[in-house]
């Protein structure tokens, strides 16, 4: 998996693109970790690149989502394929992930909040 | 006396007819006829004792709009009768600009305050700035009426021309100070800035709530200092009115200000305003109070959940995360007596603040009546980590209502370990689809090579629904431990299995399993020979060409639609002979298959034969045509 990343106002956009397994779902779990420790705690993750998840790459998102809770910080999805919506579904972690058709609509939810 | 003339008089004369369908087909009449006579007579009937007649009567001057129903219209405007005044004000306000230049020049004719005053409300709310001179004219008239009708029409027509005749009105006039004020707000100009920073020292508090709001109505940001002064005021309604224009302020400039006080004071005003629905003191609130808080304003955001919108329950959320513990407290506290659409709306926002004591207390709601209060329960008992909240899910798991069962089942996926296998698998045999799919999310989500073995071993189970879900269990999990158990789905006995099967080991990618792939190409069941032909091309791409191609002449038409297209993607004109033969298939849906297919692998040999297709019997396929043949002439 590649991820790149870019900051928008408070948040900072994290590109996703390829295979979220479990040593992807590593990667990005350190990639999240080095933007809490640079003081920031709003991510998004655009997740438009990601082909194929699996259970791994779920316990990754999940992990991810409890630390920046932990960080009082607000984690944002959008730009699910069919597939990975559909595993969010049959998970239910739609019901605690905030997912957003599009990057767009995401960030305009974080400038809501943003003083 | 002309016919017309004669005609008009004795239509006057019908007008004081006791009958009101005489008056009233007298009116019509007038309104029909041409010439300033019927426009004055008509001015007669808004006069006229019946109020239908009246509005008639203005109606038909409106359509008239002659510089003569103008003139009589403002005539009117000093009818002994109000009546007949407000309908001429009314009349005069409807025919709009058209009436500006004759009402300007009746400013200077007319000696009558009661006029006068009738002119200047007028002309302010046409809003014309040919009318500032004569209303600046006005500012100087002897009646304070007319005076104060005068600057709120200068307000209204919003013109910096007026701002300096306005301030030495301020300056002479003493009972036009507010209203001069306000309508320097109403103009909006920074220019008045410096006038109205000044007279705020005022003694009046009516001028200065004026010049407070005025401030605020010209919305520049530069004012907020001079305002933050004020909110120190010993008069609690001046430091009120100062924040609100603040607000207004800020919400003008899209939040982009520069606060350095303490709102802690204002909380009560600010809540109230939520409670209100002020969106802007909403958003202001939500913006500025977005950081950490203690008991007492949390309660006050908890407070205001019920009344916001659900856009704003997110916001609140966001505020709450910044105090996780005391908010949770706080949202447990009002749980209790809220009614079941609060309670879903705590739930919402304790989904995020859950912790380990929240969670203990939140497992003795979980015999609430309301089945979505029970569902949502379930949900931030699963995200909360509290492991002693998993006997609680299991309770809920058995509950009568699917959609608490699904709801449970998941939240044990994302809670529980190895330890609840057991029970989570009992899920598969639930009668409803949608908890049978939730447990094998769950056990997905735990995903362990336990999870791996259960699912392996119900591939044999008696029940072909559970063989089926275990399949389609080991596709979502989708870890290379999966990859052996699949594999042998490949060669079930059931379609549906090797076919789940196939879409899964699909996904995997494990390049050296191309042995499954090609003996599903010649599955029995086409819907398995469909999922090895994406399989395959997922795979090896391009050099997938020569397994597929015998399949071409597959007996299922959609697995032959499958392959053309899938050549098309390849985006290869060498493989263009193959799908050539299709563009005269007996199905049309082939024929656009091939269509397509040959646009995208740039065959433009073909694009004579593509050309005579624009015109074909199937306007499908005409237009499949008609595009392809437009690519492959543009190139691309």
Known sequence: MQITQKTEGNVVVLYLSGRLDLASGTELKNEVKKVFDSGKNCVHLNMSKIEFINSSGLGALVSVMKETRLRKGRLTLSNLANYVQEIFEITQLSHIFEIFPTQEDALASFSFTMA | ?636
């Open chain 2, 1 to 636: 006396m002309t016919p017309a003339v004669e005609n008009i008089v004795s239509l006057l004369s019908q007008m004081q007819s006791p009958d009101f369908f005489a008056r009233e087909e007298a009116v019509r009449r007038l309104g029909n006829c041409s010439g300033d006579e019927a426009v004055t007579a008509l001015v007669f009937a808004l006069e006229d004792p019946d109020p239908g007649i009246r509005e008639l009567a203005a109606d038909l001057l409106v359509k008239a709009n002659t510089p003569t129903a103008v003139t009589q219209l403002i005539r009117c405007l000093n009818h002994e009768d109000i009546g007949a005044r407000n309908l001429a004000a009314e009349t005069l306000l409807k025919i709009g600009k058209d009436a500006v230049p004759a009402l300007v020049q009746a400013i200077a004719s007319s000696k009558d305050s009661g006029v006068l005053k009738f002119i200047a409300e007028i002309l302010g709310k046409i809003g014309d700035e040919r009318a500032v001179d004569g209303l600046c004219e006005l500012l100087w008239d002897e009646h304070i009426n007319v005076v104060c009708a005068s600057a709120e029409a200068l307000g209204s027509l919003r013109s910096s021309r007026a701002i300096q005749a306005l301030v030495a009105a301020y300056d002479k006039i003493e009972d036009v100070r507010p209203v001069a004020a306000e309508a320097l707000g109403k103009i909006g100009d920074s220019s008045s800035l410096s006038y109205l920073s000044t007279w705020i020292s005022s003694d009046d508090p009516m001028i200065q709530y004026a010049c407070i709001d005025a401030i605020g109505h010209i919305g520049d940001r530069s004012s907020v200092a001079t305002l933050s002064e004020l909110l120190r005021h010993a008069n609690r309604s001046i430091a009120e009115a100062a924040l609100k224009a603040i607000i207004h302020i800020a919400a003008v400039n899209r939040g982009r200000v520069n606060l350095q006080f303490d709102l802690e004071d204002f909380t009560d005003m600010l809540f109230d305003g939520i409670r209100q629905h002020n969106a802007e003191i909403t958003d202001f609130t939500f913006r500025w109070l977005n950081h950490e808080h203690d008991t007492r304003i949390i309660t006050k955001f908890v407070d205001v959940l019920n009344v916001v919108s659900e856009q704003d329950v997110l916001r609140v959320s966001d505020i709450l995360t910044h105090s996780p513990q005391v908010s949770a407290q706080v949202v447990m506290e009002h749980l209790e007596h809220a009614n079941t659409a609060t309670k879903l709306r705590y739930l919402d926002v304790l989904k995020g603040i859950v912790d380990t004591d929240s969670a203990r207390q939140l497992m003795s709601y979980a015999a609430d009546p309301e089945p979505d209060v029970r569902q949502k329960i379930a949900h931030v008992l699963g995200f909360s980590g509290y492991i002693g909240a998993v006997a609680t899910l299991k309770g809920l798991a058995g509950d009568s209502v699917d959609h608490v069962r699904s709801a449970a089942f998941a939240a044990l996926g994302w809670l529980s370990d190895e330890n609840e296998i057991d029970f989570l698998f009992t899920g598969l045999d639930d009668r409803m689809a949608d908890v049978r799919e939730a447990a094998v999310g769950a056990l997905v989500m735990i995903g362990s090579q336990s999870v791996i073995a259960r699912f392996t071993a119900d591939l044999q189970h008696l029940s072909t629904d559970r063989q089926r879900l275990a399949v389609w269990g080991l596709g979502l999990i989708g870890d290379m431990e999966a990859v052996e158990p699949l594999t042998r789905a490949a060669g079930h006995h059931d379609a549906v299995v090797r076919k789940l099967a196939i879409e899964a080991l699909s996904r995997i990618q494990v390049p050296t399993r191309m042995d499954v792939f090609r003996l599903a190409l010649s599955d029995e069941n086409a819907a398995v020979r469909k999922a090895a032909v994406s399989g395959v091309v997922a795979l090896c791409g391009n050099r997938s060409a020569s397994d597929i191609r015998p399949l071409l002449t597959d007996a299922d038409m959609w697995v032959r639609y499958h392959v053309i297209t899938a050549f098309g993607e390849f985006r290869d004109a060498a493989h263009g002979g193959y799908i050539a033969p299709f563009l005269d298939d007996v199905h049309d849906v082939i024929r656009i298959a091939a269509i397509k297919a040959v646009a995208m692998m740039k065959c433009t040999d073909l694009t004579p034969r593509l050309k005579a297709m624009r015109v074909d019997r199937n306007p499908d396929v005409a237009e499949a045509a008609l595009n392809a043949v437009a690519a492959l002439e543009r190139g691309c």
